[in-house]
């Protein structure tokens, strides 16, 4: 399977766990589908028959509320049946909204009160620098949560302690909750930011595949330093009428919205 067709699959399963579920965040999970696909396709070292080895790379969902798309890809990747996707956001399920770490093979943290997910990955990174391991560890964090105080303090920490095995990856799409970011705290000059606390910095479009696999895969950017990917996305990416639309931030497709948000996703072309 390639990284866009990985992608495709994300964003149905998404879309039919949120409907199901009639939970919220799917324009979220939208944005981010093909981070994930070239990130469990092509990047990560991970085993999905030894979910806990030792030497697997870290990764970590930040913005939590997106846990959908993980649990998808981690289902596309045989860590666990695809089939349970169906029990997401249902009294019992271990599959909550937000994503959850407990009883879930390949998800290493629950997240979602918005600003851990970084400072986690930081001792993480710091952690396998003590120990002398290989291992890397990436974040994906929304670009609503870098209003977040927590999050400069590990970014500052980390540039510090020279972690480049540390690599952040932000969904810059631009919207966060209810509102345009730049409407709500305005992050531009975003690059800069992090070059100034002595981060390498990488902006790539977030839905192209290739730019993504080459990106990544030439981590770390500089050594001795952390990386930031900016991922230029769009919210929604995918179904024409969720895209650049704050309103999927928080509902879910039923009934004809539904129909055609599958069948729009069923054209998308995988070539």
Not at 38 to 51: C, E, G, S
Not at 152 to 180: G, T
Not at 209 to 229: E, F, Q, R, W, Y
Request: charged share 25%.
């Amino acid at each position: 399977m390639t990284a866009l067709e990985l992608a495709k699959r994300i964003r149905i399963h998404a879309v039919k766990m949120t409907a199901h579920g009639k939970s919220s965040h799917v324009g979220s999970v939208l944005s981010i589908a093909d981070i994930l696909a070239v990130l469990y396709n092509d990047i990560l070292r991970v085993k999905p028959a030894q979910p806990d080895w030792k030497d697997r790379d870290r990764f970590i969902l930040s913005k939590g509320h997106a846990g959908a798309g993980v649990y998808a890809v981690l289902a596309e990747k045989e860590f666990f049946p695809t089939e349970i996707l169906n029990t997401h956001c249902q009294n019992g399920s271990s599959f909550s909204g937000h994503i959850s770490h407990l009883g879930i093979p390949g998800v290493e943290l629950s997240t979602g009160s918005l600003g851990h997910g970084l400072s986690v990955g930081v001792g993480l990174a710091l952690a396998a620098k003590m120990d002398k391991k290989d291992y890397r560890t990436f974040v994906v964090m929304s670009d609503g949560e870098c209003d977040e105080g927590s999050n400069w303090e590990a970014i500052l920490f980390s540039s510090h302690h020279k972690l480049d095995n540390l690599i952040a990856i932000i969904d810059y799409n631009k919207i966060q909750s209810i509102a345009p970011v730049k409407d709500t705290i305005g992050l531009e000059p975003f690059a800069d930011k992090f070059i100034s606390f002595g981060w390498n910095v990488s902006t790539v479009d977030g839905h192209n595949i290739d730019d993504l696999k080459h990106t990544l895969s030439a981590v770390p950017l500089c050594k001795n330093k952390p990386s930031v990917i900016i991922a230029n996305t769009i919210k929604g990416k995918g179904i024409s009428f969720m895209e650049n639309k704050v309103l999927w931030h928080y509902r879910s497709p039923q009934g004809e919205e539904l129909e055609r948000a599958l069948k729009e996703l069923e054209t998308l072309h995988t070539k």
